[in-house]
């Protein structure tokens, strides 16, 4: 995920966020609120072509300087639009589409996101006539249509006891502080009143008006007071409901030892929940994944830290569940957030005895190894679309887990696709995309980063996608089919949003505003550009995570994990993933993208530092592509490159942000944005077909030569296209599928590919990792106009004690001086391998973007 503001990323029932005022309870007019009198419409009546946004805005405080508006249309790209008019109001801007739109999208936003008014993304539906006015008050999600119908009263927008002694009040509207006084101020819990001992605004620096308060008590609440009903009294306000939220992270209420989820034996079925704040849970069991009412209700006991468990006789194995939760005068009943089984709509759990989903010799099958992070050569694949379109595939595996395990050495044009085709190549490892229980209907087209329940597999990728234990039993089998193939599996994993939030969301439902971060007066901060962001430097959203990874490497023997916008996440909870999984498992691949999704930056480039974390090396991406999705061209895509860059990214990044190669996940391509064969395109649309395949080439053997972890986007061996979509996640197989027929059409760039992986895998001095080594290693040679060095293999024992590899990034041929002595090449411009094409001395001439390696001949 690359975009800043992922516009258009995924699609959300935006409707549960609707009225984000938890207890707009009303006072006086705020002395801020415009005069409504004097408010008009300044939109026409009509418009005879395209459409009309006009979009009023207005801050309590006045202060407009670099509000600006992003609008775009459905499948559209935004752009920026400055607020060019003033009235009573505020200030408004007029926007025009070319099309007629029956809706337009908008965010608003301070400078270059610096900051969104409302950290969401939000629309306006347009009239016949062509025009869509509207009007938006700072902080309010709502859009209203009449201005009158927006409160500008003083009001208490948010409660929230964020410490057991101290509640932060949140107004509507900025005031003078001398409005909130401890003295005529209390919080009442379970019918006992606890006295406020002192007042503190909070307010930005300078300002002279607060809209937030800190309200101190004059006794701490104890962790079962949580569970009751707490009010908040201030004079001159209705009585406000307070909502617990960080004070849930302290010692009382945190409980890492507790085992979460439903676990079911022959003798015993067990149900164990954390919902501090609940009064009541209760377990709600069916007979069916579609059945109206539960057919019995188990209450649940509530324990230490709230821990909420129940125990029935006898296995319920395939039995389906909800919890039902009582709490802040609400029932709320949804899924387990911690089960391992669900119905394939992600609305009720199923009670799964694991033991009972492993095929034969599954729970000893041996386990690919890794020696080295940098041993890994790793394969990104969308499950659907490896094996959507092949026909020599069987009918019900296509698209689905067991269409990763299909065999056919010899496809159309004898080309190789499935699991065979993953054999030619040579890779070690598959990374999947997401394929956790994610929110779709069964036959909609999604890559799966908006996850609903993160240890059920997602249903839509087994042949029977409603026996939740034999999708999880198929899954299995893809796995160990692989690993006997010696192909290790890598999971894409989403643990910084959520697919709901609020009404929608298990997670909010259990535990009311605690697993997602949210602004001081209780909105969600959009830091992944999908809605929500998961706290996970709340201790138990952490163990949340922590807790699922290791289920998947003990259950299911995966071999590592990519993780979705890793910069979102805490250092700490990195950390604490990495120790605990090390244990599982010391050759675990561990990388991760150290960017947002437009929030601020946690994990970013440079922490992943002595973790045994990796991150995408997105400098040498750069370097040697260009820009994503623009014309920018890179080293391997235009003339005039930036050796520089290259040359630090092709060390591991040592010299960059990195303190051994095995941190930098080198790479060209991915999910996102452009494949590289549509980025030629887009960006020489009309080179020949020669020279584009030779980029390519030269792009990933600069990859696959290179030191550190190389990362190939599925088909980009044979020229992938998706005609031109960079940002294909619900576009479908036509422009998603693995077209293996085109690998035959590019056969040449595939057995290119294939020769780098072979060359790479069958000679460490491509594969160091200590940064000492490197350096010792890895001399540049003086050249002009080409990237030229030679590694010593002798530093590590490589049966070739010396190698040189060159490449030319430009249009024309360039000669280059070679070291003293004979050299025996092994890669040109047309071959790749380990095998001699030829023998040279003194110089070699290199054809406009091609490489040589060669190694010195006896």
Same mark, same amino acid.
């Given at each position: 995920?690359?975009?800043?503001?992922?516009?258009?990323?995924?699609? &959300?029932? /935006?409707?549960?966020?609707?009225?984000?005022?938890?207890?707009?309870?009303? $006072? $006086?007019?705020?002395?801020?609120?415009?005069?409504?009198?004097?408010?008009?419409?300044?939109?026409?009546?009509? =418009?005879?072509?395209? #459409?009309?946004?006009?979009?009023?805005?207005?801050?309590?405080?006045?202060?407009?300087?670099? /509000?600006?508006?992003?609008? !775009?249309?459905?499948?559209?790209?935004?752009?920026?639009?400055?607020?060019?008019?003033?009235?009573?109001?505020?200030?408004?801007?007029?926007?025009?589409?070319?099309?007629?739109?029956?809706?337009?999208?908008?965010?608003?936003?301070?400078?270059?996101?610096?900051?969104?008014?409302?950290?969401?993304?939000?629309?306006?539906?347009?009239?016949?006539?062509?025009?869509?006015?509207?009007?938006?008050?700072?902080?309010?999600?709502?859009?209203?249509?009449?201005?009158?119908?927006? @409160?500008?009263?003083?009001?208490?927008?948010?409660?929230?006891?964020?410490?057991?002694?101290?509640?932060?009040?949140?107004?509507?509207?900025?005031?003078?502080?001398?409005?909130?006084?401890?003295?005529?101020?209390?919080?009442?819990?379970?019918?006992?009143?606890?006295?406020?001992?002192?007042?503190?605004?909070?307010?930005?620096?300078?300002?002279?008006?607060?809209?937030?308060?800190?309200?101190?008590?004059?006794?701490?609440?104890?962790?079962?007071?949580?569970?009751?009903?707490?009010?908040?009294?201030?004079?001159?306000?209705?009585? #406000?409901?307070?909502?617990?939220?960080?004070?849930?992270?302290?010692?009382?209420?945190?409980?890492?030892?507790?085992?979460?989820?439903?676990?079911?034996?022959?003798?015993?079925?067990?149900?164990?929940?954390?919902?501090?704040?609940?009064?009541?849970?209760?377990?709600?069991?069916?007979?069916?994944?579609?059945?109206?009412?539960?057919?019995?209700?188990?209450?649940?006991?509530?324990?230490?830290?709230?821990?909420?468990?129940?125990?029935?006789?006898?296995?319920?194995?395939?039995?389906?569940?909800?919890?039902?939760?009582?709490?802040?005068?609400?029932?709320?009943?949804?899924?387990?957030? +911690?089960?391992?089984?669900?119905?394939?709509?992600?609305?009720?759990?199923?009670?799964?005895?694991?033991?009972?989903?492993? %095929?034969?010799?599954?729970?000893?099958?041996?386990? %690919?190894?890794?020696?080295?992070?940098?041993?890994?050569?790793?394969?990104?694949?969308?499950?659907?679309?490896?094996?959507?379109?092949?026909?020599?595939?069987?009918?019900?595996?296509?698209?689905?887990?067991?269409?990763?395990?299909?065999?056919?050495?010899?496809?159309?044009?004898?080309?190789?696709?499935?699991?065979?085709?993953?054999?030619?190549?040579?890779?070690?490892?598959? +990374?999947?995309?997401? =394929?956790? @229980?994610?929110?779709?209907?069964?036959?909609?087209?999604? /890559?799966?980063? /908006?996850?609903?329940?993160?240890?059920?597999?997602?249903?839509?990728?087994?042949?029977?996608?409603?026996?939740?234990?034999?999708? =999880?039993?198929?899954?299995?089998?893809?796995?160990?089919?692989?690993?006997?193939?010696?192909?290790?599996?890598?999971?894409?994993?989403?643990?910084?949003?959520?697919?709901?939030?609020?009404?929608?969301?298990?997670?909010?439902?259990?535990?009311? !505003?605690?697993? &997602?971060?949210?602004?001081?007066?209780?909105?969600?901060?959009?830091?992944?550009?999908?809605?929500?962001?998961?706290?996970?430097?709340?201790?138990?959203?952490?163990?949340?995570?922590?807790?699922?990874?290791?289920?998947?490497?003990?259950?299911?023997?995966?071999?590592?994990?990519?993780?979705?916008?890793?910069?979102?996440?805490?250092?700490?909870?990195?950390?604490?993933?990495?120790?605990?999984?090390?244990?599982?498992?010391?050759?675990?691949?561990?990388?991760?993208?150290?960017?947002?999704?437009?929030?601020?930056?946690?994990?970013?480039?440079?922490?992943?530092?002595?973790?045994?974390? $990796?991150?995408?090396?997105?400098?040498?991406?750069?370097?040697?592509?260009?820009?994503?999705?623009?014309?920018?061209?890179?080293?391997?895509?235009?003339?005039?490159?930036?050796? $520089?860059?290259?040359?630090?990214?092709?060390?591991?990044?040592?010299?960059?942000?990195?303190?051994?190669?095995?941190?930098?996940?080198?790479?060209?391509?991915?999910?996102?944005?452009?494949?590289?064969?549509?980025?030629?395109?887009?960006?020489?649309?009309?080179?020949?077909?020669?020279?584009?395949?030779?980029?390519?080439?030269?792009?990933?053997?600069?990859?696959?030569?290179?030191?550190?972890?190389?990362?190939?986007?599925?088909?980009?061996?044979?020229?992938?296209?998706?005609?031109?979509?960079?940002?294909?996640?619900?576009?479908?197989?036509?422009?998603?599928?693995?077209?293996?027929?085109?690998?035959?059409?590019?056969?040449?760039?595939?057995?290119?590919?294939?020769?780098? =992986?072979?060359?790479?895998?069958?000679?460490?001095?491509?594969?160091? @990792?200590?940064?000492?080594?490197? +350096?010792?290693?890895?001399?540049?040679?003086?050249?002009?106009?080409?990237?030229?060095?030679?590694?010593?293999?002798?530093?590590?024992?490589?049966?070739?004690?010396?190698?040189?590899?060159?490449?030319?990034?430009?249009?024309?041929?360039?000669?280059?001086?070679?070291?003293?002595?004979?050299?025996?090449?092994?890669?040109?411009?047309?071959?790749?391998?380990?095998?001699?094409?030829?023998?040279?001395?003194?110089?070699?001439?290199?054809?406009?973007?091609?490489?040589?390696?060669?190694?010195?001949?006896?």
């Amino acid at each position: 995920m690359n975009s800043p503001d992922r516009l258009g990323r995924l699609v &959300f029932a /935006w409707a549960c966020v609707i009225g984000l005022c938890l207890a707009c309870t009303h $006072a $006086a007019p705020a002395p801020t609120a415009p005069d409504m009198s004097e408010v008009r419409r300044v939109a026409p009546d009509r =418009i005879d072509t395209g #459409t009309l946004l006009v979009l009023h805005y207005h801050r309590p405080d006045g202060d407009y300087d670099g /509000w600006n508006v992003w609008a !775009w249309a459905d499948g559209r790209d935004g752009a920026a639009h400055r607020m060019t008019g003033r009235d009573a109001f505020g200030v408004y801007a007029k926007i025009r589409f070319a099309d007629r739109l029956d809706r337009v999208n908008f965010i608003v936003r301070l400078n270059e996101w610096e900051k969104k008014d409302v950290d969401r993304d939000r629309s306006a539906t347009v009239g016949k006539n062509g025009v869509a006015e509207i009007w938006l008050a700072s902080e309010d999600a709502n859009v209203y249509k009449d201005p009158r119908k927006i @409160d500008f009263n003083l009001a208490v927008r948010a409660a929230f006891l964020d410490r057991s002694d101290l509640v932060r009040v949140t107004l509507s509207q900025p005031c003078d502080p001398a409005v909130i006084k401890a003295e005529s101020a209390r919080l009442e819990v379970a019918g006992r009143a606890i006295a406020v001992a002192g007042v503190e605004p909070f307010k930005p620096s300078g300002a002279r008006l607060s809209r937030g308060f800190n309200l101190k008590f004059s006794q701490p609440l104890g962790p079962n007071d949580v569970a009751e009903s707490m009010t908040l009294k201030l004079a001159g306000f209705e009585p #406000t409901r307070v909502y617990a939220r960080n004070v849930l992270s302290e010692s009382g209420f945190v409980a890492l030892d507790a085992e979460l989820g439903s676990r079911c034996t022959a003798k015993a079925t067990v149900f164990t929940t954390w919902s501090p704040i609940s009064r009541s849970v209760d377990v709600l069991l069916y007979d069916s994944a579609v059945a109206t009412e539960p057919s019995r209700v188990v209450p649940m006991t509530r324990g230490e830290s709230g821990v909420w468990s129940a125990n029935v006789d006898g296995s319920l194995h395939g039995t389906y569940y909800q919890y039902r939760f009582r709490s802040y005068g609400k029932s709320r009943t949804v899924a387990d957030v +911690h089960c391992f089984a669900a119905s394939a709509d992600s609305a009720r759990s199923m009670v799964i005895d694991l033991s009972r989903t492993d %095929p034969e010799g599954f729970d000893d099958h041996a386990l %690919p190894k890794s020696a080295s992070p940098t041993d890994e050569v790793i394969y990104e694949v969308h499950v659907r679309d490896f094996s959507i379109d092949d026909a020599s595939a069987p009918v019900d595996h296509r698209g689905k887990f067991l269409g990763l395990t299909h065999t056919n050495p010899g496809g159309e044009g004898g080309a190789s696709t499935g699991l065979s085709h993953l054999k030619d190549l040579g890779i070690t490892a598959v +990374h999947l995309l997401p =394929i956790h @229980d994610y929110t779709a209907e069964l036959d909609e087209y999604n /890559w799966g980063y /908006w996850t609903a329940l993160f240890n059920v597999p997602e249903a839509q990728y087994g042949t029977r996608p409603h026996d939740p234990a034999h999708t =999880i039993r198929e899954l299995k089998q893809t796995i160990q089919t692989l690993h006997e193939h010696d192909v290790r599996v890598i999971l894409d994993v989403v643990y910084n949003h959520t697919s709901t939030s609020f009404e929608s969301s298990p997670f909010d439902q259990a535990v009311p !505003w605690y697993y &997602f971060r949210t602004t001081y007066d209780g909105r969600l901060r959009n830091e992944s550009g999908c809605g929500n962001a998961f706290a996970d430097e709340r201790p138990m959203a952490r163990k949340y995570i922590v807790d699922s990874l290791k289920y998947w490497v003990t259950e299911y023997k995966v071999d590592g994990f990519r993780f979705d916008l890793l910069g979102m996440h805490h250092p700490e909870t990195v950390r604490e993933a990495v120790k605990e999984l090390r244990a599982i498992r010391p050759d675990l691949t561990i990388y991760g993208e150290p960017w947002t999704g437009g929030g601020p930056t946690h994990f970013g480039r440079g922490a992943q530092r002595n973790t045994t974390v $990796a991150i995408f090396n997105d400098h040498l991406r750069n370097a040697i592509r260009g820009d994503l999705d623009g014309t920018q061209t890179g080293f391997a895509t235009g003339p005039g490159g930036d050796v $520089a860059a290259v040359k630090r990214g092709i060390t591991g990044g040592i010299d960059d942000f990195t303190t051994r190669a095995g941190e930098s996940v080198n790479y060209v391509s991915a999910h996102d944005n452009r494949t590289f064969w549509d980025k030629l395109e887009h960006t020489h649309p009309a080179l020949d077909d020669a020279t584009k395949r030779a980029m390519q080439k030269l792009a990933h053997g600069l990859v696959l030569t290179g030191q550190g972890v190389p990362f190939i986007h599925g088909g980009a061996d044979f020229a992938r296209t998706k005609g031109g979509n960079h940002n294909s996640y619900n576009a479908g197989d036509a422009v998603n599928r693995f077209d293996w027929r085109r690998k035959a059409a590019y056969i040449d760039v595939h057995r290119y590919v294939a020769g780098l =992986i072979e060359l790479r895998r069958a000679h460490p001095a491509f594969r160091m @990792d200590q940064a000492e080594t490197i +350096h010792r290693a890895v001399k540049f040679l003086p050249a002009t106009n080409v990237l030229a060095y030679e590694i010593d293999g002798a530093v590590v024992k490589d049966a070739w004690p010396r190698i040189v590899v060159i490449a030319n990034g430009e249009p024309d041929e360039q000669a280059c001086d070679l070291p003293e002595g004979r050299w025996a090449v092994v890669v040109d411009s047309r071959s790749a391998g380990t095998k001699t094409l030829r023998v040279v001395e003194r110089r070699v001439v290199l054809p406009g973007y091609s490489m040589v390696v060669a190694h010195g001949a006896q």
